[in-house]
Each structure stands twice: as structure tokens, then as C-alpha cells.
């Protein structure tokens, strides 16, 4: 499996959390909803470090780029763990417009992101990292068994 296909499979299991975060708050199913939100963020802070400590650097390296892409999927994570706050913030006052807002801005900012990173980012590193493939397959076969 290659970087993209793995990331990218990454992306639909947070969807799915996320997905049932969001059915629960907007039901009032607080329980779930906290539970559910948990199982996200952490989901959603797995894949960010993952990216931010392995992936990019790793490209970053075989590219020399540093600035442009890393930068700014770097940006948007930083965004991203704002909003899993307000979520959070929302779920302890079991407020879900409040939560709901704030899911539905995390919601198209993932969209927007994931699709940069799975047409554009994740192919790019399949390219330069290409020579790593094994190492990159190893690490996925670990992440897979936490």
C-alpha cells in the first residue's frame, strides 16, 4: 500500500468518527456525542502528528522544499485542532448548535484539505519517497497495530 492509499483510507475511518460524533450531538445523544468526538480528535491528532512528524519532514528532506505544501497542510492542521476545542467546548456544555457550527466548518475545512492531500500532497510523496517504499510500509504496518 502506498502513501496515498493509506492516508487517504486514514481519512475515511476519522470521516466515520466524525460522522458519528455529529449524529449524536444533533440528536442530543450527549454520551455518544463525547465518546464519539473523543474517538475523533484522537483519531484526527494520530493522523496530524503522523503527517507533521514522518511525512512531511520526510519530503520536506528528499524535496528541499520547505515552504508551500508542508506549510500550509501545517497551517490547516493548526486550524483544525482550534475547532476540535470549540467541539469540545460545545460537548461540555451539551450546546449543539454551538457544536454543530463548529463540525460543520471543521467538516469543509477537511474536505477542502484531505482533497489536497490526496490528489495533490500524498502523490507527490509517493513519487519522492518512492526509494523508501518498504520503511514507509513498515511504519503503516505498526500504526495499524496501535
Known sequence: MNIREFMSKDHKDCDMLFAKAENAASTGDWETAGQACNEFIQ???????????????????????????TEM???????????????????????????????????????QH???EEQILYSMMDQRLSEDASYWQ?????????
Not at 513498515?138 to 496501535?146: A, I, P, R, S, T
Request: glycine share 6%; net charge negative; aromatic share 8%.
Open 43 to 69: 483519531a484526527m491528532n494520530r493522523h496530524l502528528g503522523f503527517e507533521e512528524q514522518g511525512l512531511f519532514p520526510a519530503f520536506e528532506e528528499a524535496t528541499g522544499i520547505l515552504t508551500g505544501p
Open 73 to 111: 497542510m501545517r497551517m490547516e492542521h493548526d486550524q483544525m485542532r482550534s475547532l476540535f476545542v470549540e467541539m469540545n467546548d460545545a460537548l461540555e456544555k451539551q450546546h449543539s448548535d454551538d457544536y454543530l457550527g463548529a463540525a460543520e466548518t471543521l467538516l469543509i475545512m477537511m474536505q
Open 114 to 116: 484531505n482533497m489536497k
Open 138 to 146: 513498515q511504519k503503516f504496518n505498526d500504526w495499524e497495530k496501535q
